[in-house]
């Protein structure tokens, strides 16, 4: 798992502040521990609950999700995520942020020189994590 400079910033200083409201017994901050240590041990993820592609899926974006916390990025190759920014899953809900979090996470990319494919394109969770349900 990858962090861009603006996501560590915000998993530094805005994650601890956050006040959970949907998984309210253990903080945001122990939400996105536990998903993050799921994911880099390789331990099954739900497909549904914990991640999944963000429309439209031609973009390769994805969202990593607690009860309480999106982190919005993408899939390089299989097993390797790069995460770009996050916010309060409330705050993005009510908002209506994802369409531009699509956007901020395509444009974060394309600015990168990376090599072609720069992601996994669609929408298969197996296409992207070895262990999902």
């Known amino acids: 798992m990858y962090l861009s400079a603006r996501l560590k910033t915000w998993m530094e200083y805005d994650l601890p502040r956050l006040q959970a409201t949907w998984q309210t017994e253990i903080s945001c901050q122990e939400q996105v521990v536990d998903l993050t240590e799921m994911f880099c041990a390789g331990d099954e993820l739900d497909s549904t609950t914990q991640f999944h592609a963000l429309r439209p899926y031609r973009e390769g974006v994805w969202e990593l999700k607690t009860g309480d916390v999106r982190i919005f990025g993408w899939f390089p190759k ?4 790069i995460g770009v920014v996050a916010h ?17 996470v395509v444009q974060y990319r394309d600015a990168l020189d990376l090599d072609v494919p720069k992601f996994v394109p669609g ?5 992207v994590v070895s262990n999902c349900s």
């Open 78 to 81: 299989k097993d390797h995520f």
């Open 88 to 104: 309060d899953a409330y705050f993005v809900k009510f908002h209506d942020l994802y369409y531009g979090l699509v956007g901020e």
């Open 123 to 127: 929408d298969d969770p197996n296409a």
